[in-house]
């Protein structure tokens, strides 16, 4: 093991000797504000500026970090929380809003493949990323559905220098976890490019030593992303990328006392052609044209090698987006306007034929400075689709900077999230516990036969006539920047109410399946409400040009004003059982705590310095997040304060870097210095990882 | 003779009539027997099989008035699993005992069970049938919730079912645990189909 790992290195250096060039090694410090940001409107801007609420991870505090994939740098931001989906992926919540809210971008374009609604978010490495940009509340006026909670996009690096010049790094840590990058970089006059490959193997992680599954099982995923550039001329400039990714995963099962073993794949492929014109001074287009492929695959095998018909499963989803963007500089203001369009498919097992779905947009965008203190932005957009209804998604954002030193920005915006693939068209049956799931659009007709052949009781007054609707919010954000000097702060307070959203229920019962756990037959339907709103404040003082820190805190609240409202009229909810006394009593409005899986308070605390003499760089970070509850224990089906929650928890994270030798870097250090775990509750925190890393710059 | 024997019959008619009068007053003044509320513990509720196969095994029948199991046609509500029956209507499948008795349920939601005092209106008592039963099976329909993820099945809390026994009366029925021993803390490995709850029996058709 220690032998490949030397190999490992030692070959990669030699490949990457031949490319030499004299380079100072500076010491990497974050200065974020200063960073040109794109995501919010689609066009340069500067996150100091903007009248939305934004965050910029760049490529040095990534770097100082230390951390292989998306998940973990995130879970360091204020207002993100990281959440574990099925199969040990890793969901994110923003502003209190479910993981399936979050538009995830790679260079401006969307990544598919939500098999539960759900982005897995340690998909993407951190080995290329320029910088991530976040923007927080809806911005369904730009980029459609799924931008509700917000949009992350990740801006790869593209070549800066002439010439060639990249790097390379190998690091491991706990868990057996190796993460091998390389990057080449070439730049001659109007052609350049990179070529960006990683590497991640991992043994996944135990916490329950009790049965032979493990929590997350070994994986290991190959990133592949050339990039080329071609300036025909100062005016016309094409870039054409593609990224390919393929994960294999162990997957093991067990199953009525069998223990099934097997494994799964996934293969995906971004591919992104992108033409920039400026016709003149004041207007531009860009001309991009979009394909991505997703496919997963599993199966499971018994002990004697037969294939285990329910385990093996499959997924198969295709996007085509074709857009066109226009830039009209108008002096004060600059309007943007888009066109385009999502051919988009399905097939995956549960369904019974391949899904279509289709839809245009149209969007238009005016970010207006009628003074130099004063920036409006309005924007809308109107999306038609063959499924759902129209949606049309209005934005406003209103920055007014009272001083130098201190500006209030404020914005309202509409955000919705499209019925999916699966809400609409799933036909899933659970054999071992008995409930069967069908999505929206085939319910009727499967329901209806089932009813003539005398295997179903339907519910009274449930039909399928009216089309699903798309879930939908009306975001408000309003908040404060003050800088001056060494100290920044600012603070936003945020309001998200959400409508429609889909939720399952019972629409009919099987006869002659007594004794199951779950007799029940389930489709969706637009039923729940959810609030969410609480206050974000981060603060980062530059003490010296080699040290600064920086301190984040969040307040949520977010609850169903449904439940408030059965709590306060009496209802189902506003009863509990005192577990221990079997007395039933009722609880006040005020008891009620909100959703699973949300903190109250989350914190976080980071510490950049730099050692002047040996140019050593000390990054430490610690992340807390206050109780939650996970499980109604107490019979009313709500989180509420008599329920038992997971216990509050602080993570340390500590790094510490050295430039060597002009050209090589090595860190080390350990993420969950403390080594908290929480094994029953928390399935997605492992136990301390440290972790060694070796980078070679050329 | 004669003349005492019918003075000594009428006085002594007159007292019993004046007594049996006596007897009716206090019939009629007497108050309603009070109803208790009482708990039985680890009712077994054996099932065979469950869990994708059939399920099988003889239910286990209960007398509110007896508070005790019985095994007779006395019975007034039996558990198998998670399925509870009431004696009256119609059985479902064929492994289930016979109805016989006026037995029917109705099922109250977001009450306290020491806040049920008046009897429901008829109309809300459903009885057994060919097609369904009173109290729904399957997760949130009936008197539980399962939890996926945790696989606890809790009882609902604020459900309270008013059961007119087989013969016409009615007793108020809160099912607090479906744990052996009914622990504060249930884990998936503890024992289950042991019903704990709580009832009250009211003979005389009053409140409760």
């Known amino acids: 093991m220690l032998l490949n790992k030397f190999l490992a290195i030692g070959c990669t250096l030699l490949c990457f000797s031949a490319f030499a060039q004299e380079q100072k090694q500076d010491s990497i410090k974050p200065e974020p504000l200063q960073e040109v940001f794109i995501t919010a409107t689609r066009t340069n801007r500067n996150l100091q500026s903007l009248p939305l609420p934004g965050a910029v991870i760049d490529s040095a505090t990534i770097m100082r970090a230390g951390v292989n994939r998306l998940s973990e740098i995130l879970a360091e931001q204020t207002g993100l929380v990281t959440v574990p989906d099925f199969g040990g992926g890793e969901g994110l919540q923003m502003q209190g809003l479910d993981s399936a809210y979050t538009l995830i971008l790679i260079d401006g374009v969307p990544l598919v493949g ?22 927080k509340g809806a911005s369904s006026s730009l980029y459609g559905s799924e931008a509700l909670a917000g949009v992350i996009n990740i801006i790869t690096k593209k070549p800066k220098k002439e010439g060639i010049n990249g790097s390379v790094s190998y690091r491991y840590g706990a868990f057996d976890t190796h993460d091998l990058n390389a990057t080449v970089n070439f730049k001659k006059n109007k052609f350049y490019g990179t070529v960006f490959a990683n590497h991640f193997a991992t043994n996944g992680y135990d916490l329950d030593k009790r049965d032979d599954l493990k929590t997350v099982e070994a994986y290991n995923n190959t990133t592949i992303q050339p990039k080329v550039y071609y300036d025909f001329t100062n005016n016309l400039k094409l870039i054409t990328s593609v990224r390919l990714y393929n994960q294999k995963q162990d997957y093991n099962s067990s199953i009525d006392n069998i223990f099934y073993t097997g494994g799964g794949e996934i293969d995906e492929i971004n591919a992104q052609l992108r033409l920039d014109q400026k016709w003149s001074s004041r207007f531009r287009a860009e001309y991009e044209l979009y394909a991505t492929n997703y496919q997963t695959s599993q199966f499971l095998e018994d002990p004697a090698g037969n294939t285990y018909e329910e385990g093996s499963t499959f997924y198969d989803q295709w996007l085509l987006r074709p857009e066109l963007r226009g830039m009209l ?10 066109v385009g369009m999502n051919y988009e498919t399905l097939n995956r097992s549960y369904f019974e034929n391949l899904a279509i779905f289709n839809s245009q947009y149209v969007y238009t965008q005016y970010d207006y400075n009628p003074t130099d203190k004063l920036n409006i932005l309005a924007g809308a957009r109107f999306d038609n689709h063959n499924q759902y209804s129209s949606q049309l998604s209005p934005k406003l954002a209103v920055r007014y900077d009272l001083t130098d030193s201190f500006s209030l920005k404020t914005s309202m915006g509409y955000g919705y ?14 054999a071992a516990v008995g409930y069967t799931v069908l999505g929206y659009n085939v319910a009727e007709s499967i ?6 052949n005398g295997q179903i009781q339907r519910e009274p007054g449930i039909d399928f006539v009216k089309p699903l609707k798309a879930e939908s919010s009306i975001n408000y954000n309003f908040g404060a920047n003050y800088k001056k000097g060494k100290f920044s702060v600012d603070a936003n307070l945020f309001y998200n109410t959400i409508t429609n959203l889909i939720d399952t229920r019972v629409v009919a019962r099987k006869l002659n399946a007594e004794g199951t756990q779950n007799n029940s037959i389930f489709s969706y339907r637009n039923i729940s409400k959810v609030q969410t709103y609480g206050l974000e404040s981060n603060a980062t003082y530059k003490f010296t040009d080699n040290f600064s820190a920086t301190a984040g805190y969040q307040y949520l609240i977010a609850k169903n004003p449904t439940t408030i409202d059965e709590i306060k009229n009496g209802g189902a909810a506003g009863i509990i059982r005192d577990p221990n006394t079997n007395q039933t009593i009722r609880i006040k409005t005020s008891d009620y705590f909100g959703l699973p899986n949300r903190s109250r308070h989350t914190a976080n605390l980071k510490i950049y310095y730099t050692v002047p003499e040996w140019k050593t760089d000390i990054t430490l970070r610690v992340i807390y997040r206050s109780k939650y509850g996970l499980n109604d224990k107490n019979g009313n089906g709500i989180i509420d304060n008599y329920d038992d929650f997971v ?22 250090g350990a993420n969950n210095l403390f080594d908290f775990t929480n094994a029953a509750q928390v399935s997605n925190i492992p136990g301390r990882q440290w972790f060694a890393k070796l980078q070679y710059n050329f | 003779m004669n003349k005492y024997f019918i003075t000594a019959f009428l006085a002594l008619s007159s007292l019993v009539f004046t007594s049996c009068g006596n007897d009716d007053d206090n019939t009629l003044n007497q108050q309603p027997v009070s109803v208790e509320t009482q708990t039985f513990s680890n009712l077994f509720a054996n099932q065979t099989g469950g869990q994708g196969e059939a399920p099988g095994g003889t239910y286990t029948k209960f007398s509110f008035s007896q508070n005790a199991v019985v095994t007779g046609d006395d019975w007034d509500v039996a558990f198998r699993g998670t399925t509870i029956l009431v004696n009256g209507g119609a059985p479902l499948a064929t492994d289930e005992p016979a109805r016989t008795g006026l037995g029917a349920v109705a099922i109250l939601s977001g009450v306290l069970f020491n806040e049920v005092g008046a009897i429901p209106a008829a109309s809300m008592f459903v009885q057994d049938s060919a097609s369904a039963y009173a109290i729904p099976t399957g997760s949130g329909n009936g008197w539980y919730s399962y939890n996926s993820e945790t696989h606890i099945i809790t009882a609902m809390a604020g459900k309270v079912f008013v059961v007119k026994t087989h013969d016409g009366k009615y007793a108020k029925m809160e099912i607090l645990s479906y744990y052996k021993d009914a622990p504060a803390n249930p884990t998936q490995e503890t024992e289950t189909r042991y019903y704990k709850f709580n009832f009250a029996y009211q003979p005389d058709g009053t409140t409760f």
Do not use: H, W
């Open chain 1, 447 to 452: 329901l209806s036969q089932m009813e003539a």
């Open chain 1, 417 to 430: 999230k499209a019925p999916d693939f699966r809400q609409l068209y799933f036909d899933f049956n659970n």
């Open chain 1, 647 to 668: 216990e509050g928890y602080t993570l340390t994270n500590l790094s510490v870097g050295q430039p060597v030798l002009k050209k090589f870097y090595i860190q080390a």
């Open chain 1, 114 to 135: 939500r098999s539960a609604g759900t982005f897995d978010l340690s998909r993407i490495t951190v080995g290329n990323i320029e910088r991530i940009e976040i923007v």
């Open chain 1, 329 to 338: 500089n108008l002096g004060k203001g600059l309007l943007t306007t888009g």
